[in-house]
């Protein structure tokens, strides 16, 4: 059930090494996991090894491993429920704690999960003490009994977008998003809120739609129309909704495929909005393959919400049931243009959606991240849903952190791409603005609203996404 080789043979995979307190513990991956710990911690999850699962209610598991000390010593072994804000344990009975030895030990513990969760961690804290602790063969398996920790998930190969000529329909099947029937995925941009003139609004004009297609090799732009911000939408429909044409048109004339993005976090709040703009967007280009309707961008927590965090998020049923009105305007309209739907916690937690997909033809699910916040654990997400056959599509992401700023973390960005790549997920970068923040592709300055960017004119995130867009 976990998807890393447990004999380490391939190295750290999917595995975590979390140190809370700096400087108390170093993790080394070598045919084994070695936690060396120069200091004892003030809580036992301090110095922990971490690594995705997925467990359903009422079903017996097996954790299974190997593992010895520098000394004798007890670590806690847990499968803490990913979905809440304490970690609660999905083990009825709580941390199974073992006693070390010297030598290595195989160690088997038995339980039935307490509760369904598709995000929750397999965890070995070590923090209470300061001796070193070996790990190697570490596997959970569905029973009573104990696997091989080698035997790990054949990962997809992907195709990217070499086999895609021209602007094919698209469509889905299972978990894959398919362009003209077969599998693949297209790379691209996303620019700016519409609504934010300076910083992005000012880019929504034919030269950056072409520049991007000419020069970059983009298969894919997405307008992102500002609903409710100053400017946006609901205060200024028309300058909103030309920015948005101006781009499709400029994609379907370069043979691009266009995402028109509901740029909102709130959309279930705006419900009759959406449906007649969505509507205008079908009758006027509902028999287009190129576009593409993003009905949700990003949800985040009721606008009730004092504090917005994983416990009081919008729910998947409040987004599935605006989603499922959002659609039937459109089919009635446009019976086969690919549809995205917006996920629970600023797209994040596709798995929640998987659980309960709706039904029609065509539709994919929205998956985001930024690269410096967000990482295995979202990855792990993300597989989860996979795994229970929705299709993504990651219609905004990030080299830098969630905030849209900060420095870049080019080996996460690398990790996402594989796995994008991997598993036939198309991406469109955030964000065509130059802005003062990491995000930006331009330079603060570059006046380049009508495109023909040099390479001087790229900021380091910029460089790096033009990069991986060209190869895809």
């Given at each position: 059930m976990l998807e890393t080789d447990g004999t380490l043979a391939k190295g750290q995979g999917q595995y975590i090494g979390s140190v809370s307190t700096p400087g108390s513990a170093v993790f080394s991956w070598n045919n084994e996991i070695k936690a060396t710990i120069s200091s004892v911690t003030s809580m036992d999850w301090h110095v922990q090894l971490i690594h995705a699962i997925s467990v359903t209610q009422g079903q017996q598991y097996s954790i299974c491993f190997s593992a010895k000390g520098e000394?004798?010593?007890?670590?806690?072994?847990?499968?803490?429920?990913?979905?809440?804000?304490?970690?609660d344990s999905v083990i009825t009975e709580g941390a199974y704690n073992p006693v070390l030895s010297t030598t290595y030990q195989a160690h088997k513990h038995t339980f039935t999960a307490s509760v369904t969760d598709t995000s929750a961690r397999l965890t070995f804290n070590l923090g209470l003490s300061d001796v070193d602790v070996f790990l190697d063969d570490i596997g959970v398996y569905p029973g009573a009994q104990c696997g091989n920790p080698a035997k790990t998930p054949t990962g997809s190969v992907g195709s990217g977008s070499d086999n895609i000529v021209g602007t094919p329909a698209i469509t889905t099947r299972g978990n894959q998003v398919l362009f003209g029937g077969q599998p693949g995925s297209i790379a691209g941009m996303s620019l700016f809120w519409s609504s934010f003139v300076e910083d992005g609004g000012k880019f929504y004009t034919p030269g950056v739609v072409q520049t991007l297609k000419r020069d970059w090799n983009a298969r894919l732009?997405?307008?992102?129309?500002?609903?409710?911000?100053?400017?946006?939408?609901?205060?200024?429909?028309?300058?909103?909704?030309?920015?948005?044409?101006?781009i499709v048109d400029a994609a379907i004339a370069n043979d691009m495929y266009v995402i028109i993005d509901w740029h909102s976090h709130n959309a279930e709040d705006q419900?009759?909005?959406?449906?007649?703009?969505?509507?205008?967007?079908?009758?006027?280009?509902?028999?287009?393959?190129?576009?593409?309707?993003?009905?949700?961008?990003?949800?985040?927590c009721p606008t009730s919400a004092t504090i917005c965090g994983w416990d009081n998020k919008t729910s998947w049923a409040t987004i599935k049931a605006y989603a499922v009105d959002v659609i039937a305007a459109i089919r009635a309209i446009d019976p086969d243009n690919l549809i995205i739907v917006g996920t629970p916690f600023y797209s994040q937690f596709v798995d929640e959606a998987s659980e309960d997909p709706i039904a029609g033809v065509n539709i994919a699910y929205t998956l985001h991240f930024y690269?410096?916040?967000?990482?295995?654990?979202?990855r792990a997400r993300a597989r989860t849903a996979?795994?229970?056959?929705?299709?993504?599509?990651?219609?905004?992401?990030?080299?830098?952190?969630?905030?849209?700023?900060?420095a870049m973390d080019v080996a996460e960005s690398d990790a996402w791409m594989?796995?994008?790549y991997d598993n036939n997920i198309s991406h469109a970068n955030w964000s065509v603005s130059d802005k003062l923040e990491g995000a930006s592709i331009l330079k603060p300055g570059t006046n380049g609203e009508n495109g023909g960017w040099s390479d001087g004119d790229l900021t380091p995130s910029g460089q790096y996404v033009k990069s991986q867009i060209m190869m895809w």
């Open positions: 000394a004798s010593r007890t670590i806690g072994v847990n499968i803490d429920q990913g979905g809440t804000p304490g970690y732009v997405r307008a992102a129309m500002g609903v409710d911000t100053a400017d946006g939408y609901l205060t200024d429909p028309t300058n909103n909704v030309n920015r948005v044409k101006t419900k009759p909005q959406a449906i007649a703009f969505f509507q205008e967007m079908a009758r006027t280009y509902g028999n287009r393959n190129n576009v593409i309707y993003e009905i949700y961008n990003e949800p985040d690269a410096a916040s967000h990482k295995e654990q979202e996979l795994r229970n056959g929705i299709p993504l599509f990651v219609t905004e992401w990030g080299t830098v952190s969630a905030s849209g700023d900060g594989e796995f994008l």
